[in-house]
């Protein structure tokens, strides 16, 4: 080692950390590979933030990292599979060839980095899928990182939803959510809610968004504890009716439309103190 490399190592640690603030996300990944003293100091001290939101999308052969930082400044890396054992990562223009290596691997390698680097709350979270094969390896192979904090989970549900959803959520901190999304891969779907419902997460969450291409099967009393519902859900009987009146207080407002051509009903809850100024609620 060199004298100027030993002279860099003995930086004090409020300096590093100074230094930190500067650099933007790919370049704290690329300081980050320089030697084990930066590796660790970037993963193990409590530097601020660097991310706010984190979308994953997956494509046939390809996964795609788009990211903002707290800066709002945009980042898109792209995994995909080069020639027959190959993995190419493409980066504002820039393209890096792996011989030897599978995209999905070298994709779950930076984002357990990038979850390590997150020291604080993300706000947004988003999993949407173009492509169901390498949804499977993702969530066989998700980084044994600590909980993830996120404020808002968005992810495109498929025919296996309710596990999926189930083990995504294992992942997250369940005291930091605050809504749940969920949209529909693969065309329409039902969405058998009543297992996650159990699970804190559900518990903790304040708003709950699911697509009208999906209909929804839970207890309506489920939804009681939510600030902010919109949900389609299949066939509501009559007792259901009449719970949704008794969970109706005067702080409340709730509106459902039946449509009889599928047998659904739209169902909507929002606590007055929750609805924007201007907004009409029928």
Not at 35 to 48: L, P
Not at 92 to 100: M, P, V, Y
Not at 135 to 156: G, S, V
Request: charge should be negative; charged fraction near 30%.
């Amino acid at each position: 080692m060199t004298d100027s490399q030993l002279e860099l190592i003995n930086i004090p640690d409020v300096v590093m950390n100074e230094i930190l603030e500067y650099l933007d996300f790919p370049e704290i990944l690329k300081l980050r590979k320089v030697c084990h003293y930066f590796k660790d100091f970037i993963d193990e001290v409590k530097s601020k933030s660097i991310l706010k939101d984190i979308n994953i999308i997956f494509y046939p052969k390809e996964i795609r990292f788009d990211l903002f930082s707290v800066q709002n400044e945009r980042y898109v890396i792209l995994y995909e599979k080069f020639q027959a054992n190959g993995c190419r990562v493409s980066q504002n223009g820039r393209e890096k060839i792996l011989e030897n290596s599978d995209f999905r691997e070298i994709f779950i390698r930076d984002l357990e980095i990038l979850l390590k680097l997150q020291k604080s709350i993300f706000r947004v979270f988003r999993l949407i899928r173009r492509d169901q094969n390498d949804f499977d390896y993702f969530l066989e192979n998700f980084p044994k990182t600590p909980e993830l904090k996120i404020q808002e989970f968005y992810m495109d549900a498929g025919d296996d939803a309710q596990n999926e959803i189930s083990k995504i959520l294992g992942f997250l901190n369940s005291k930091f959510l605050i809504s749940l999304s969920f949209h529909p891969y693969g065309g329409r779907k039902v969405l058998n809610l009543s297992e996650i419902s159990k699970m804190d997460h559900w518990k903790n969450a304040e708003q709950l968004y699911v697509n009208r291409n999906i209909f929804v099967i839970l207890d309506v009393l489920k939804l009681e504890h939510f600030s902010l519902v919109e949900v389609k859900m299949d066939r509501l009987r009559g007792k259901e009716l009449l719970e949704l009146r008794e969970m109706k207080s005067s702080e409340d407002v709730l509106r459902i439309t039946h449509n009889s051509e599928v047998y659904s009903v739209n169902f909507k809850r929002i606590r007055k103190e929750n609805v924007p100024e201007g907004f009409s609620i029928y």
